[in-house]
């Protein structure tokens, strides 16, 4: 089984509709972390979390909200789709003080039409 | 982080051992060197990292130069799964109280061909 999981796999939405992306991971880990990749423009860090009650915004958090349930689990919202946050969104998860290696989930691709 | 650059493709023989270069002749004495690859569209997946002597797990071998400012990545046998861009980057270990995006350059496309 994938250490790192994230549903839905594929996503298509409204703009103006709220939308929620999952990532689970059974690795241990206490960091987590989720980024956004588009063509051309690389691996764009969101939001990321030390722990269940740590959340930082990363480069690009306007637009999103994350909750952090557990942890093992850390899930993005978008509150109102627009058509610029279509993009393939990758949870990734890291242990404490090796925050360099860092374990992806298979990504989730997100189209708001 | 200091500059990498690595060739834009390569091409090897399925079977054969892959060996993917890297530049980093700015790296600072407390820069890692950490290698990542990504299928297309699939998460992005850590491969091996290493400061200074070489390193060698599961997946791969880290070879670093003496002066730290060229490292290369050895797949010993390669197969066709493995075709993915290699990414190489520097930084400094992270520490217990702040996190950093990763910054991937436009790495190596190494394709295995059958």
């Known amino acids: 089984d994938a250490d790192v999981t994230q549903t839905p796999r594929n996503r298509i939405t409204k703009t103006g509709k709220r939308i929620m992306l999952e990532c689970s991971q059974t690795k241990g880990h206490d960091r987590m972390y989720w980024y956004r990749q588009d063509p051309g423009l690389g691996l764009r860090l969101i939001y990321y979390?030390?722990?269940?009650?740590?959340?930082n915004k990363g480069e690009i958090s306007d637009g999103y909200s994350v909750s952090r349930q557990a942890q093992a689990k850390f899930s993005l919202s978008l509150e109102s789709a627009i058509p610029n946050q279509t993009a393939l969104y990758f949870c990734a998860t890291s242990d404490f003080g090796h925050g360099n290696e860092q374990y992806f989930g298979p990504g989730t691709r997100l189209t708001v039409t | 982080d200091a500059k990498t650059t690595q060739p834009t493709s390569m091409d090897c023989a399925e079977g054969r051992a892959a060996n993917l270069p890297c530049n980093h002749s700015t790296i600072s004495g407390n820069e890692y060197v950490y290698w990542y690859r990504q299928i297309h569209s699939q998460g992005p997946q850590y491969i091996i990292h290493?400061?200074?002597n070489n390193e060698t797990n599961e997946m791969a071998s880290l070879i670093i130069t003496e002066d730290r400012k060229s490292s290369t990545l050895i797949l010993p046998h390669a197969t066709l799964r493995d075709t993915a861009v290699y990414y190489c980057?520097?930084?400094?270990?992270?520490?217990?109280?702040?996190?950093?995006?990763?910054?991937f350059g436009s790495g190596t496309q190494l394709t295995v061909l059958p």
């Open positions: 980057i520097v930084r400094d270990f992270i520490s217990s109280g702040s996190a950093r995006q990763l910054t």
């Open positions: 290493g400061l200074k």
């Open positions: 979390s030390f722990d269940v009650k740590d959340i």
